[in-house]
Nanobody, 127 residues
């Protein structure tokens, strides 16, 4: 199985930027489609963005489109989430997730589709 560890969270002012990282160990990340989700206090975990196994396809939630960018470096076994123009409503714990797949191009946006999860990293945006 694969272990996922997120990092890069913190406190930032509205309009600022953060880059989250999700480092994998145990298995090569190149076998997995990846996603980022977030969960604010009292709310359900929600989809943010997904990337296919090859990295050729991405899929963004509407409220982050144009502000967030997902990327992956399979050689480093790491997935990144670049977050720009942050808003107070982006405040949440951010989780990366991995799904073992055989196809290279499909993205996944449902929490139940993912096999492995990290422990999360907190992002707080002050207004």
């Amino acid at each position: 199985q694969v272990q996922l560890v997120e990092s890069g969270g913190g406190l930032v002012q509205a309009g600022g930027s953060l880059r989250l990282s999700c480092a994998a160990s145990g298995r090569t990340l190149s076998r997995y489609a990846m996603g980022w989700f977030r969960q604010a206090p009292g709310k359900e975990r929600e989809f943010v963005v997904a990337i296919s196994r090859s990295g050729s396809n991405t899929y963004y939630a509407d409220d982050v489109k144009g502000r967030f960018t997902i990327s992956r470096d399979n050689a480093k076994n790491t997935v990144y989430l670049q977050m720009n123009s942050l808003k107070a409503e982006d405040t949440a714990s951010y989780y990366c997730a991995a799904k073992l797949v055989y196809d290279y191009s499909t993205t996944y946006y449902q929490t139940w589709e993912y096999d492995y999860w990290g422990q999360g990293t907190q992002v707080t945006v002050s207004s």
